[in-house]
Nanobody
Framework: QVPLVESGGGLVQPGGSLRLSCRAS???????????MGWYRQTPGKGRELVAD???????TYADSVKGRFTISRDNSRKTIWLRMDSLKPEDTAVYFC?????????????WGQGTQVTVSS
């Protein structure tokens, strides 16, 4: 497995913003370019849910709950993806996981980062 290194989580007030980043530190660049990269989140007692993902050519998918508030992006030359989160709500509180998978692997499969905690609270 190729390590995925996440950063950027933390505590933020409702209405605030955060930006998460995830770098595939040891991925071969040509291979990284083929991955579908994504962000999932998980709260206690629940399974991981897709937040957003992005294909190698920049096609994006978002969960309905985050559309218009979150933006996923990637820079293949830096083997990095980001999740910009605006207008955060308490219900966005979760552990956020970076994910990478080949297109032949179903959503929810592939490799995972260690997770980063996002807490939205006043």
């Amino acid at each position: 497995q190729v390590p995925l290194v996440e950063s950027g989580g933390g505590l933020v007030q409702p209405g605030g913003s955060l930006r998460l980043s995830c770098r595939a530190s040891r991925a071969i660049l040509s291979t990284f370019n083929t991955y579908i990269m994504g962000w999932y989140r998980q709260t206690p007692g629940k399974g991981r849910e897709l937040v957003a993902d992005i294909t190698r050519d920049g096609t994006t998918t978002y969960a309905d709950s985050v559309k218009g508030r979150f933006t996923i992006s990637r820079d293949n030359s830096r083997k990095t993806i980001w999740l910009r989160m605006d207008s955060l709500k308490p219900e966005d509180t979760a552990v956020y996981f970076c994910n990478q998978r080949f297109a032949s692997i179903s959503a929810g499969g592939g490799s995972w980062g260690q997770g980063t905690q996002v807490t939205v609270s006043s």
